[in-house]
């Protein structure tokens, strides 16, 4: 892997994570808002969010060839994952109050348009990568056709 996808690809999952984070952050300003307790069971499984991301963080570091792949599969599963869980309902009831969609509980524009940013970094972080791991085939060989 060069040094301009290797680049890209962190860039990509620190901004995702990041995504993540700050959708964590607006949790916590809903929560104190509603006088709601997250319990540590629910910060632990909300931790779990995190996984792919860091995961895809570290195989683009050290540089892995399927780094591209693990950066697009985690930002794209976390993105469908959060939208599912805030506009419909989660496929397990483990997020206490956040088991109903936002539009039940009356979400705000700021959850709102922090859920619209997550999404949206997701679909540019898989973009990114897809151009890492084209970037990546080309420069190799592997890209080539030949006539």
Do not use: E
């Not at 319990?39 to 195989?59: E, K």
């Not at 993105?79 to 483990?94: D, G, I, R």
């Not at 524009?109 to 859920?115: D, K, N, T």
């Amino acid at each position: 892997m060069d040094a301009l996808s290797r680049k890209v690809l962190i860039i990509a999952n620190v901004a995702m994570i990041a995504a993540i984070t700050l959708h964590d952050l607006d949790h916590i300003r809903q929560a104190r808002g509603w006088c709601y307790t997250i319990t540590a069971l629910l910060w632990v499984i909300n931790g779990l969010v995190y996984i792919p991301g860091i995961f895809a963080l570290v195989a683009s570091v050290k540089r892995a060839r399927w780094a591209p792949f693990a950066t697009a599969f985690g930002a794209l599963l976390i993105s469908t994952l959060f939208a599912k869980v805030h506009l419909w309902k989660p496929f397990f009831q483990v997020w206490g109050v956040w088991n109903r969609s936002f539009l039940d509980l009356g979400a705000d524009a700021l959850s709102w348009g922090i859920l619209t940013l997550l999404v949206t970094v997701a679909a540019f972080v898989a973009m990114a990568a897809a151009w890492a791991d084209g970037r990546i085939h080309t420069l190799s060989g592997a890209g080539r056709v030949s006539t």
